[in-house]
Structures are given as structure tokens and as C-alpha cells.
């Protein structure tokens, strides 16, 4: 096989490893998203600020925005539950052209 043989099998390997998104966990399926933080700041505990990516510039254009959307959630539920909280804040999300990021505050709200 020569370098645009290789070349080529490596770029396919990338294209077919990236084209899932983040699955939600069992425990976070608990975590409840929320775009109005006014009462939580006032009445929860807050434990951390989350990042939740799905997307990059090889693979974006295979996975709908749906998709990807749904994955960068699921991370935010995944690592709010890893923190012991049961409510995430998002904020707007800011524009990407090849990925969707967002990103909240995780709260434990009892």
C-alpha cells in the first residue's frame, strides 16, 4: 500500500471513529437542563462550571446538528452527575461553525 493508500485508510479510520456522539449515562438521566438560573443561584448548590463539545473539523458534516447537539447535552448531564448535581444552567451558546459547544453551571438542588 502506498502513502496515498495509508493516507487514505487513516482519514476513513478518523471519519468513522467520530461519527458518534456522547451517550448519556444511567445517572445523569436525572439531570435537569435549564436556561433560567435566577432561582437556582439563590436556592442551590453549586458545584462546577461544564463544557459540553461534540463535533470537530474532520467529522461535522456526517452527524446532524441534532445529533451533535444531543451529544454535547449528554456530556453536560455525564459530568454534572459525576459532580453529585441534579440541575445544570446553560448559557448561550456561542457559534461554531464545525462543532456545538455548551456550556452551564452545575448545581445540586435539593
Not at 458518534?20 to 448548590?45: F, G, H, K, M, Y
Not at 444531543?70 to 459525576?82: D, F, H, V
Not at 448559557?91 to 456550556?103: H, K, N
Amino acid at each position: 500500500m502506498g502513502k496515498s493508500g495509508a493516507l487514505a485508510v487513516l482519514l476513513s479510520g478518523m471519519v468513522l471513529a467520530g461519527c458518534s456522539t456522547s451517550p448519556l449515562l444511567v445517572d445523569a438521566s436525572r439531570v435537569v437542563l435549564t436556561w433560567d438560573a435566577n432561582d437556582i443561584q439563590n436556592t442551590c448548590e453549586r458545584r462546577g462550571t461544564l463544557i459540553g463539545s461534540q463535533g470537530s473539523w474532520y467529522n461535522y458534516w456526517f452527524i446532524s446538528d441534532r445529533d451533535l447537539t444531543q451529544g454535547a447535552l449528554n456530556q453536560l448531564r455525564n459530568q454534572a452527575a459525576a459532580l453529585g448535581a441534579n440541575t445544570v444552567s446553560l448559557y448561550s451558546p456561542p457559534d461554531f461553525s464545525t462543532s456545538v459547544t455548551l456550556i452551564g453551571n452545575a448545581y445540586y438542588c435539593q
